[in-house]
């Protein structure tokens, strides 16, 4: 099954024309898509009440994918190196409480940890991602890299032969080729029953901008509209993976300049993918 969905409900202006208020978004969007990442858990660790309530509204057989907390991730250093909690275990917990809602509902598809650029492939590195492995016990936890270092042609097969004998979940990547910050696209599934790709789009002289100069990284970075060309060689790409793991799920993370869902609903056209299983919709835009 491959199921399609975006980073975030609340950024995609083409879902909500019909005047959906902000409290009304998530319900809106479970009428279009069947999943959703969620971005503000890695800003901080969110009361397990947004959890329920999020369960709430969305329809039974949607799914999540939580993106961990920064502080598990390594983001957090220069102006902010610390998280504030007592210790490292205790910001994993508490994480996991705020989670548990969506667990307990069966809605839960993946925590995704994301690591940062600079998280290179090296001893102690690994042994970082054995640590969160042990902490996250239990939970389906899916690993993207931001640093080539893990997938250099000595490194590649040693790198998913580690995923698939840890539990990672491996988070297919497309985005631009901009050198050590990014990650070539590695069709290999590490998880029987499930595979993340996400789409960050192909804006090269974005990626790796600080948006110093004139904008923010988030206006810049995933900058990208997707052709129907390169869309038509996902779907193959995608019906490769599905004979790897039982489960895809695609997120479209390209939306700086509001084009994600736009894409998302291309691809989900030429994959042949209905509404079955979607909350009630309002209006179809698409």
């Given amino acids: 099954m491959i199921r399609i969905g975006l980073a975030g409900?609340?950024?995609?202006?083409?879902?909500?024309?019909?005047?959906?208020?902000?409290?009304?978004?998530?319900?809106?969007?479970?009428?279009?898509?069947?999943v959703v990442e969620v971005d503000?858990?890695?800003?901080?660790?969110?009361?397990?009440?947004?959890?329920?309530?999020?369960?709430?509204?969305?329809?039974d057989g949607f799914g999540f994918v939580f993106k961990a907390y920064q502080g598990m991730t390594g983001h957090l250093r220069g102006a902010h190196p610390t998280h504030p909690f007592e210790s490292g275990e205790a910001m994993?917990?508490?994480?996991?409480?705020?989670?548990?809602?969506?667990?307990?509902a069966g809605k839960m598809k993946a925590v995704l940890f994301q690591y940062p650029p600079w998280f290179d492939c090296?001893?102690?590195?690994?042994n970082e991602l054995r640590e969160a492995k042990r902490l996250m016990e239990g939970l389906p936890v899916a690993l993207e890299f931001r640093n080539r270092t893990w997938f250099t042609?000595?490194?590649?097969?040693?790198?998913?032969?580690?995923?698939?004998?840890e539990g990672w979940i491996h988070s297919v990547c497309d985005e631009p080729q901009a050198g050590i910050g990014s990650i070539p696209t590695v069709l290999k599934a590490t998880d029987r029953r499930q595979t993340i790709v996400r789409f960050h789009g192909r804006n090269e002289s974005g990626w790796?901008?600080?948006?110093?100069?004139?904008?923010?990284?988030?206006?810049?970075?995933?900058?990208?509209?997707?052709?129907?060309?390169?869309?038509?060689?996902?779907?193959e790409?995608?019906?490769?993976?599905?004979?790897?793991?039982e489960e895809v799920i695609v997120i479209f993370n390209n939306n700086?300049?509001?084009?994600?869902?736009?894409?998302?609903?291309q691809l989900m056209a030429m994959l042949g993918i209905g509404d079955e299983g979607l909350g009630p919709r309002q209006l179809d835009l698409f």
């Fill in 9 to 34: 409900w609340g950024d995609h202006a083409d879902l909500y024309t019909g005047g959906s208020s902000s409290r009304d978004k998530l319900k809106t969007y479970g009428g279009h898509f069947p």
């Fill in 40 to 59: 503000s858990s890695f800003y901080a660790v969110q009361p397990a009440r947004n959890a329920e309530k999020w369960v709430s509204e969305t329809p």
């Fill in 92 to 104: 994993f917990q508490a994480f996991r409480e705020s989670i548990q809602p969506v667990v307990d």
């Fill in 122 to 126: 090296t001893r102690e590195h690994v």
């Fill in 153 to 165: 042609r000595e490194m590649e097969a040693k790198t998913l032969s580690f995923m698939e004998r």
């Fill in 208 to 235: 790796n901008s600080d948006g110093r100069e004139r904008q923010s990284w988030r206006e810049v970075r995933y900058l990208y509209r997707y052709s129907a060309r390169e869309l038509l060689e996902w779907k």
């Fill in 237 to 245: 790409r995608l019906e490769r993976l599905q004979e790897e793991s």
């Fill in 256 to 265: 700086s300049g509001g084009d994600a869902a736009a894409n998302a609903k």
